[in-house]
């Protein structure tokens, strides 16, 4: 039997953490205050490698899903047909459209040429809106009386943001590990 490190808890199998090599029976022992060193100092890890621009990258790359930006780019390209975020006209199992005999021919385009150009626009503004280079976030963040550097973003948080920040960076972490699923799930 081996004893939990934070709760000491016996069970036949603990899990173990990778930095510390403390024994844990569950998320809430790895997740408390005598763990926090540790973990506290993963998420700083996270949180830095991410402001550095080393993303990590889960699965391999056909799995890899594009931003909403790689997306809207392949649109605007031809790559691919459907408005991203926009679900197929005529899904499976929706039956036949309420007016069938509306239809246009096939190679038509269902939107008159005022409105498609004003979709155009409006997709070419909307990829603008969300690129940002880094520059220009250097430059709003010292704006702001900020620096870049990682210590700097942490030390302007209050506690509860902080709290909320290291929240929100466990559930993404979380997330794009896959730690939250179970491989004992039914089919």
């Known amino acids: 039997m ?6 000491s808890t016996e069970r036949r199998e603990q899990y173990k953490c990778p930095r510390c090599n403390a024994n844990y029976c569950s998320l809430r022992c790895y997740r408390s205050e005598k763990h926090s060193n540790c973990s506290e100092s993963f998420y ?3 949180i830095k490698e991410q402001l550095e621009g080393r993303h990590f990258e889960g699965g391999s790359e056909k799995q890899k899903q594009d931003t909403f930006e790689e997306r809207m780019k392949k649109y605007l390209n031809g790559e ?16 036949e459209p309420l007016d069938s005999d509306d239809e246009e021919p ?7 040429s ?33 620096g870049g550097e990682v210590e700097q973003l942490l030390g302007a948080l209050s506690e509860e943001e902080r709290a909320t920040f290291a929240q929100l960076a466990e559930q993404i972490h979380i997330d794009t590990t896959g730690l939250a699923e179970s491989c004992f799930k039914k089919s």
């Open 2 to 7: 081996i004893r939990c490190d934070f709760c």
């Open 44 to 46: 700083k890890e996270c």
């Open 80 to 95: 691919i047909e459907d408005l991203p975020g926009a679900s197929a006209s005529g899904a499976a199992g929706e039956g």
């Open 106 to 112: 096939e190679g038509s385009c269902s939107f008159p």
């Open 114 to 146: 005022k409105e498609n150009e004003y979709l155009q626009k409006v997709v070419e503004e909307t990829i603008d809106d969300y690129v940002l280079d880094e520059d220009e976030i250097d430059r709003k963040l010292l704006g702001l009386g900020i």
